[in-house]
């Protein structure tokens, strides 16, 4: 049969300190010079990590938001940008929302509406979290940053009526924020501090309006997740169950004797795309990948890759990871676990163990998902 040691993962790099990091560097230097940039060769280089500095042309560039010629770059960002800004002013600036002496009982159900989801965003935001032991934790609490998110998430709820605001899309937005700044700063995520609000000024606005473009492009291949009743989300967590089941009977079966659900814990990872589950670093990590192979397979694939079926596998080897563990524990305690993952020592190594580990299951359950309703799984056990 086809076992799990006939599937090829990706090459993630080895931990060779010196000659390496600089050698992939050149690699994706090498990639990003080609004119225009392949794009399969790039999300090839990106699946197995983007080098510090790279991330926010890559991501861009994957996404299908920052164009592969070089002589149309300029231009295309220039009028994105512009774009932006006038959504900015017409639906944003221009919402009776703003006003404050809107009169609730006298508005119009539209501002009436838009009052809300102001409101629920505006609840949402102060809640918004990162996961780094640096100076940047202090970054997501500062007003201007608030603002930024509180703009995007608003214009983009308002232009997708069939889904609106759902909670944790705060999550999902926040990487993308970070990497730009990041990289407008060339510095790590994890060392952005205060003083670069006031460094960058207009950049501001630049950031703002690219990581608006990438939001609705990720948030567009997953859009049934955060449509009436989440039917995405449900499926997923569905099937994630049955991988479970299949990669690790006995975790499953004591979570179904200690009477767990997985729906609400699976609900928050996949709903912010397990931006609240990592340390920061690690996260971009896992992102890396999953935008890599949502452009790996952008073409003619129902859903997205990387950020429904590979996630589905990685948080279904994140659970498995810590089966020992749960296993041990009664109801109580397992609900606890999973409110609060034990992560805040993970690297990025690890992260890149359950990526290898998802990729095989995927290779493995993908093409023949009978396997995940028959008894014969094809040396499931051995991924683990």
Known sequence: GDGAESVETPSL?????SALPSRRRQRFDAAMATEPVEKSVLAELAWSGVPEGLRCDVWQML??????????????????????????????????????????QSASD??????????????????????????????????????????????????????????????????LLLVGLADKATRPVECLGLELLEELGTELVEIEADSYWCLAKILSEIFDHYTHGQ?????????????????????????EEQGVDLLSTAFRWITCLMV???????CLRLWDTLIAESAQSAQGVQGSA?????????????????????????????????QQMPTDAF??????????????????????????????????????
């Not at 539209?110 to 989801?117: G, I, N």
């Not at 039917?231 to 079966?253: C, E, F, H, N, T």
Request: hydrophobic share 45%.
């Open 276 to 282: 609240r589950e990592f340390p920061v670093a690690c």
């Open 110 to 175: 539209a501002s009436r509406e838009e009052s809300l989801l102001l409101k629920q965003i505006r609840k949402d935001l102060p809640r918004t979290r990162l996961r780094c032991a640096g100076p940047a934790e202090k970054l997501v609490e500062d007003p201007r940053i608030l603002a930024m998110m509180e703009r995007v998430l608003f214009i983009w709820a308002v232009r997708q009526p069939a889904s609106g605001y759902v909670q944790g899309l705060n999550d999902v937005l926040l990487p």
């Open 231 to 255: 039917p995405g989300i449900q499926r997923m967590v569905q099937r994630l169950k049955d991988v479970i089941q299949r990669i690790d009977g006995a975790l499953a079966s004591h979570l």
């Open 63 to 104: 996404l299908g938001y920052r164009p592969l010629t070089l002589g149309r770059r300029a231009e295309a960002l220039r009028r994105k940008r512009q774009e932006y800004a006038e959504l900015r002013r017409n639906l944003y600036e221009a919402s009776p929302a703003l006003a404050a002496d809107t009169e609730m």
């Open 306 to 338: 990387g950020f429904e079926a590979l996630l589905m596998y990685f948080c279904a080897c994140f659970t498995a990871y810590f089966s020992s563990r749960l296993q041990a524990m009664d109801f109580e305690a397992i609900t606890l676990f999973f």
């Open 347 to 384: 690297t990025e190594s690890e992260v890149e163990v359950l990526l290898s580990e998802a990729y095989v299951l995927k290779a493995l359950f993908q093409q023949a998902p009978r396997h995940l309703s028959n008894g014969d799984s094809p040396h499931a056990a051995s991924v683990r």
């Open 13 to 17: 790099p080895s931990s060779s300190p």
